[in-house]
């Protein structure tokens, strides 16, 4: 019986989570966590989520709207989706260069 390699977690950084799912439209906290939760398998904590929000508006990637039926939306800014591209281009560069790396060598065992 093949031995089953350890699971190694999920690679995910929250403020990269809500980025791209902001890129996507505006979205209150409870939506952000089911849009994060849809496409990256990531169930995120709301204290998680609002950690994350707060580092996000300081640094101007994201900024609050007028609560809405006492929900708070959040939208990316310009400053947010040139972080999100950058971050993105990135990952890019670390998946090619890990599945190359990965890639079985002639002769290698």
């Excluded at 800014?77 to 990135?90: C, I, M, N, S, V």
């Amino acid at each position: 019986m093949a031995r089953r390699q350890p699971d190694l977690g999920r690679f995910t950084d929250v403020a990269l989570l809500v980025l791209v799912s902001l890129a996507e439209g505006d979205k209150h906290g409870y939506r952000m966590i089911q849009d994060i939760e849809e496409f990256s398998g990531t169930a995120l904590e709301p204290g998680t989520l609002y950690g994350a929000l707060m580092r996000l508006e300081e640094r101007g990637w994201i900024e609050p709207l007028p609560v809405i039926e006492r929900r708070r939306p959040y939208r990316i800014t310009p400053a947010g989706l040139d972080a999100l591209r950058e971050q993105l281009a990135t990952l890019r560069r670390i998946e090619e260069t890990g599945t190359r790396r990965a890639r079985p060598s002639w002769g290698v065992a």
